[in-house]
């Protein structure tokens, strides 16, 4: 029998029938992964993934080795320092859960221990484009995001957004910033600091209210550019907006964990050549830490997005902004880099 459909159910006081979500574009196979299976049933990796994870260890082992062999300018090994090792797995394994904080906490920290910026910022910068890479595979090889080239799917179209706009924006600010404006270090650190802290507020608002918003790549676009120039004028705040821009324009949490730290390793490679460059050309470039940082961060690196998947996403709701409140806090009353 067919429904007939009474006026009165179409007048002006008619019951309102809720909409549906809109359908997720970026993250269906890691929000499918979470509603389907528990987390018991997560911690259980395909046989791919395994071999791939597998073969990341042995490269791991490799560079362990591999980097102590290298000898400084005065003819001696590169040492491991074991609480650098430490400190770089805390918070490698932070950054590539929750897609910031690598540089905000270790620099600081290696300050702290008596270590000069030029032993700081190039070994920095070498590690995230080692562990930004080995994160984003890891990511991809337990399925909290999925790239493909063939055919180009929406995750890849956004990597390749954030990195091309990123990067533009990164060379864009620093001509800008050092050349002409001439901004304070004050300055920027406070502004950054104050952008982050607010996102991360309005995350845990948004994390709150529990709203499924639309996927809109043009609202990425704004995010890109002011990542980028945040990284260009202050070498930081990259993280923190790419990734709760991305959770603001309708990305799934995990997904947007995975696509930053991939792309911030992309982007990370410009600011490592420059360093290379400038050691080739004769500039004292210490890599004394090198070791200590890449033993502690390439770990890091493989056991942070396996914890991501495990992890039910309600939690990482709530992580992340959290996560980026503290750190613009934190950076705002120290006058720290975000």
Do not use: C
């Not at 791939?52 to 042995?58: P, T, V």
């Not at 090994?77 to 904080?101: K, Q």
């Not at 845990?204 to 980028?228: D, M, N, Q, S």
Request: avoid cysteine; proline fraction near 6%; glycine fraction near 10%.
């Amino acid at each position: 029998m067919d429904h007939q459909i009474d006026e009165a159910d179409t007048g002006p006081n008619a019951p309102q029938i809720p909409s549906e979500a809109p359908p997720r574009r970026i993250g269906v196979e890691a929000e499918a992964l979470d509603r389907e299976r528990t987390a018991v049933e997560r911690m259980r990796l395909p046989r791919p993934a395994l071999r791939r994870i597998a073969l990341l260890g042995a490269i791991y082992v490799a560079a362990i080795v591999g980097s102590t062999l290298v000898f400084d300018g005065s003819g001696r090994r590169l040492p491991v320092v074991p609480v650098v090792v430490l400190i770089a797995f805390v918070l490698e394994t932070t950054d590539s859960a929750a897609g910031m904080g690598f540089g905000t906490g270790l620099s600081p920290l290696l300050f702290v221990l008596g270590y000069e910026p030029l032993q700081i910022v190039p070994v920095l910068l070498l590690s995230e484009t080692l562990t930004g890479l080995v994160a984003g595979a890891v990511h991809h090889d337990v399925h909290n995001v999925t790239f493909s080239a063939r055919p180009l799917n929406e995750e890849t179209k956004l990597l390749l957004l954030l990195v091309g706009f990123g990067s533009v924006a990164v060379l864009g600010s620093v001509v800008l910033t050092y050349f002409a404006l001439g901004l304070s270090e004050t300055i920027i650190e406070t502004y950054v600091s104050i952008l982050v802290l607010t996102m991360g507020a309005a995350g845990l608002l948004r994390a709150k209210l529990r709203t499924r918003i639309e996927y809109r790549p043009r609202r990425l676009v704004a995010f890109a550019l002011l990542a980028g120039v945040n990284k260009g004028i202050g070498g930081g705040g990259y993280g923190p907006v790419v990734t709760l821009g991305q959770i603001f324009s309708g990305i799934y949490e995990k997904s947007a964990v995975a696509i930053t730290t991939l792309a911030e390793g992309v982007v990370s490679i410009i600011g490592a050549i420059t360093f290379l460059l400038l050691f080739y050309y004769g500039v004292p470039v210490d890599l004394r830490l090198l070791p200590s940082i890449v033993t502690g961060g390439f770990i890091a690196a493989i056991v942070a997005p396996y914890a991501v998947r495990v992890v039910p996403n309600g939690i990482w709701r709530y992580l992340i902004p959290v996560y980026a409140f503290s750190i613009g806090l934190v950076s705002l009353l120290f006058g720290l880099e975000v």
